[in-house]
């Protein structure tokens, strides 16, 4: 995927929140501004992007976390069941910091048992226990509005205790044209959200949790309470590489459909994921969800630069310990292009020269920009692999002359 930048977006971030409290708050600030790269959009110099017939539409290249192609990516849409990708993001969060447990019974409440009959349940009842890992199946491979409601109480308490999660892990994640009013996605004009919003949240969704994500997101069909009713992500039985994400669907919002599939290449496997909001029936938001996907994998290579960890420049350090510093990046780094222009990939780095410790690692010293054919077509941060400590008394003075000279 090979991209000017589209737009640079501050990710607000949440200095107080119940999410992470095993966490210290500095290294989390750090992981987390290292883990949020600048999603970036298609070079002029890739193939014209297919005709989809949906409000709103964006390609993910989750690998190289690229915008391969998209159309009114931040135009406000309703979700409708969408917004149960938070639901879940909130769920799963709650057991990985053992505020939930999978094989807990949670007591279902009227408020859960009786929300809009008319609309997706998984069909639980009060006075009748559910576990967390059931209440997850009817969320996610049913959309059970009644699940999302359990959980939500399970989590917080109240639902409405549970929307103010959902509203500051939206603030945390940067999906600022976003905001949730209600765990299931009932029509509600508090609730909205755009398809750039819904890509990252789908991404990081998958990243945090790749284990929760293969358990509950591939699943065909689900059986509680003696009824089965299948997924209705129809791709996941016309795609083989499919193996999620979510369907959603209102009278007022269409029909709507976030796919990820991952495809084997030939150093590996590639994640792509298309977001398609407001089509016209069911089939249509598969069929150009096929198509995009198909498109993406077909046109587009993602090429590794560079491993986590690995020294992408030892620039020198003034009045430091030490007298030069490894700058890279926490995690693999990926480039999306059309296919055949790999060889035209030349990564430039631009340095916060000079670089003055104290230093710590994983801090911002610079960026790290690609560009093909003299255009840069996406950066990103380079950051501290090590930490460099202050050189003693003498040793800062000597450098403190030279950097008068230099």
């Not at 989590?155 to 044209?177: H, I, P, Y």
């Not at 791709?235 to 209102?250: A, E, I, N, S």
């Not at 630069?305 to 926490?330: C, E, H, M, N, R």
């Amino acid at each position: 995927m090979f991209q000017f930048p589209l737009f640079k977006r501050p990710t607000r971030m949440l200095l107080r929140g119940a999410l992470f409290p095993h966490l210290k708050m500095k290294k989390y600030l750090a992981a987390l501004a290292a883990s949020l790269l600048t999603f970036t959009a298609v070079s002029a110099q890739s193939l014209p992007p297919p005709s989809v017939a949906a409000k709103s539409w964006l390609l993910l290249d989750a690998s190289s976390n690229q915008i391969m192609a998209s159309q009114d990516a931040d135009t406000r849409v309703e979700p409708a069941s969408l917004v149960k990708l938070m639901t879940a993001y909130l769920a799963f969060a709650a057991v990985r910091d053992k505020r939930l447990d999978l094989n807990q019974e949670i007591h279902v409440s009227v408020n859960a048992w009786k929300v809009d009959p008319s609309s997706s349940k998984m069909f639980i009842e009060p006075n009748k226990p559910v576990s967390v890992n059931n209440l997850l199946f009817g969320l996610i491979s049913v959309s059970g509005n009644d699940a999302a409601v359990a959980l939500s109480e399970a989590v917080s308490g109240t639902t409405d205790a549970f929307v103010v999660l959902m509203n500051r892990e939206a603030q945390r994640q940067g999906l600022t044209g976003t905001h949730f009013s209600n765990p299931h996605g009932l029509p509600s004009p508090e609730t909205y959200t755009t398809a750039r919003d819904l890509a990252i949240l789908c991404r990081n969704l998958i990243n945090d949790f790749p284990d929760f994500y293969k358990t509950y997101y591939s699943v065909k069909k689900f059986t509680y309470n003696n009824i089965t009713q299948p997924n209705r992500n129809r791709l996941l039985w016309l795609d083989p590489t499919v193996d999620g994400m979510k369907t959603g669907h209102t009278e007022s919002a269409g029909f709507s459909l976030i796919t990820s599939a991952k495809r084997p290449v030939p150093n590996g496997e590639r994640r792509l994921i298309s977001v398609v909001i407001g089509t016209v029936s069911d089939q249509v938001r598969t069929q150009e969800s096929q198509k995009l996907l198909n498109w993406g994998f077909q046109n587009f290579d993602a090429v590794k630069l560079y491993s986590k960890g690995q020294a992408v420049d030892t620039p020198d350090v003034w009045k430091g310990s030490q007298g030069k510093i490894k700058i890279g990046f926490t995690h693999d780094v990926y480039v999306t292009v059309p296919k055949g222009s790999a060889d035209k990939i030349k990564p430039r780095v631009e340095r916060n020269d000079p670089l003055i410790a104290p230093i710590s690692e994983n801090a911002k010293v610079g960026t790290l920009k690609i560009m093909i054919d003299d255009k840069a077509i996406t950066e990103m941060p380079l950051v501290a692999l090590e930490s460099v400590g202050p050189a003693g008394i003498f040793g800062r003075a000597w450098d403190s002359m030279r950097l008068l000279f230099k």
